[in-house]
């Protein structure tokens, strides 16, 4: 069973890594449910530590969709 679910990590990873690249993967959040995972099945990481990292991701999402909608007005799109 910990392997399947260290299977399900390492995929959740690596699409959180695609979705730096490709715009339809939300990224930030695929690796921090991947965090996560490894929190609750794997081996516990420090709950202060997870919610900073869960400020930082909810924060980078923000900044992302901003830039987006910036970058698509400045361009002339609508």
């Given at each position: 069973m910990e392997i399947l679910t260290l299977i399900c990590i390492g995929i959740l990873l690596l699409l959180g890594l695609l979705?730096?690249?490709?715009?339809?993967?939300?990224?930030?959040?695929?690796?921090?449910?991947?965090?996560?995972?490894?929190?609750?099945?794997?081996?516990?990481?420090?709950?202060?530590?997870?919610?900073?990292?869960g400020i930082a991701v909810a924060v980078i999402s923000v900044i992302d969709y901003l830039l987006q909608l910036y970058g698509v007005k400045k361009a002339g799109g609508g």
């Amino acid at each position: 069973m910990e392997i399947l679910t260290l299977i399900c990590i390492g995929i959740l990873l690596l699409l959180g890594l695609l979705g730096g690249f490709v715009p339809i993967l939300p990224g930030p959040m695929l690796s921090y449910v991947a965090l996560l995972m490894y929190h609750f099945f794997i081996s516990r990481i420090r709950l202060d530590s997870l919610i900073w990292i869960g400020i930082a991701v909810a924060v980078i999402s923000v900044i992302d969709y901003l830039l987006q909608l910036y970058g698509v007005k400045k361009a002339g799109g609508g």
